[in-house]
């Protein structure tokens, strides 16, 4: 199924009026340098458009004339804006693509069979969902300040402790790897709806997890997903839940884990550092349906807890790491 160019018809709905500025009328309306500009429109994830290109809409000057206010106050700087325009295209763009793919397929199980999708039935679809954009927009924006609640939450615990540096970005915690085993023969083996069903599933029920036991989902990667906990103990239950999920599962595929504790750097959204490399390191090493973790964590985790049984293993040369102990995590066992 192939879907024809996209006409100006479905900018014009998406964006509320036709692009009808050129790159220098939008700075000129907006009262910003053309450079910054420039800047923000590459920082949201397009690429500048030539200097005549009508490319441009009332609503691109409207926003553009909201940074530039933004600017105007103390708090905000060019580089806090670039980095703030940047997370913002990345999620937006992952997002409407996710939404895209998902919207189309709808679109195309509502068809008769081996009935093509057309670029004139994709515009008549859009303006007949048009009534549903503001209530999508308002779960967009209630999505965004829970998030940030809990954002804030997160950094006003960790300002509490001294293991942490809010300011700085650092922060103690758990970083895991959950990995698909053998997905690259897996995904052979299906064709491509198969394969999109195939994380989908796995995606989700990884999120479930993460997040029922405390934890935070960073990104994820199709057969792998990042994730992080404060708490070791959490952390702990997460790596063990995961791999008992999809042990569960009917036709799945085991899935490894690699779990680390200490100090790492926080950015964007996403995390760096030792415990980072180290986490993915122990899941690429990781047994089918294992978990595996690092000393930082074993030695974190409450002696007397009957929930866990940590054994050590040998030391491995890990890429980068040099000789590392890695320890298995598992549920003791009964009787």
């Given at each position: 199924m192939v879907v024809p160019p996209v006409p100006d018809d479905i900018e014009e709905t998406l964006l509320g009026g036709p692009m009808h500025l050129t790159r220098r009328e939008v700075e000129e309306e907006a009262g910003l340098s053309g450079d910054l500009a420039v800047r923000i429109w590459q920082a949201l994830g397009f690429p500048t458009p030539p200097?005549?290109?009508?490319?441009?809409?009332?609503?691109?000057?409207?926003?553009?004339?909201?940074?530039?206010?933004?600017?105007d106050g103390d708090l905000v700087d060019e580089e806090m804006v670039l980095q703030l325009v940047r997370a913002v295209g990345q999620t937006m763009g992952r997002l409407a693509s996710w939404l895209g793919d998902v919207w189309l397929l709808r679109l195309s199980a509502l068809l008769p069979p081996d009935e093509p999708v057309t670029t004139d039935l994709v515009v008549t679809?859009?303006?007949?969902?048009?009534?549903?954009?503001?209530?999508?927009?308002?779960?967009?924006?209630?999505?965004?300040?829970?998030?940030?609640?809990?954002?804030?939450?997160?950094?006003?615990?960790?300002?509490?402790?001294?293991r942490t540096d809010p300011a700085a970005g650092l922060a103690h915690l758990a970083v895991g790897f959950a990995d698909?085993?053998?997905?690259?023969?897996?995904?052979?083996?299906?064709d491509a709806d198969e394969l999109a069903a195939f994380v989908e599933r796995f995606e989700s029920a990884a999120t479930e997890v993460v997040v029922e036991?405390?934890?935070?989902?960073?990104?994820t990667l199709g057969d792998e997903v990042l994730f992080v906990v404060a708490e070791p103990v959490a952390a702990a239950e997460a790596g063990l839940r995961l791999a008992e999920r999809f042990a569960a599962e009917p036709g799945f595929?085991?899935?490894?884990?690699?779990?680390?504790?200490?100090?790492?750097?926080?950015?964007?959204?996403?995390?760096?550092?030792?415990?980072?490399?180290?986490?993915?390191?122990?899941?690429?090493?990781?047994?089918?349906?294992?978990v595996l973790i690092d000393g930082g964590l074993a030695e974190a985790l409450p002696r007397d807890d009957s929930r866990f049984d940590v054994?050590?293993?040998?030391?491995?040369?890990?890429?980068?790491?040099?000789?590392v102990r890695p320890r298995l995590l598992r549920r003791p066992r009964k009787g």
């Open positions: 200097d005549d290109a009508a490319a441009f809409t009332d609503g691109d000057v409207a926003a553009l004339r909201e940074i530039r206010d933004l600017l679809a859009l303006e007949s969902t048009e009534e549903l954009r503001p209530a999508f927009e308002r779960l967009l924006l209630h999505g965004w300040r829970r998030q940030l609640a809990a954002a804030g939450l997160r950094a006003a615990a960790g300002t509490a402790s001294a698909v085993v053998s997905f690259t023969r897996l995904s052979r083996r299906l036991a405390g934890g935070r989902i960073v990104k595929p085991d899935v490894r884990v690699g779990l680390a504790y200490g100090e790492v750097v926080q950015r964007l959204g996403d995390v760096f550092g030792t415990p980072v490399n180290l986490a993915a390191r122990l899941t690429a090493t990781a047994h089918p349906g294992a054994s050590g293993l040998r030391p491995r040369p890990l890429q980068g790491l040099g000789r």
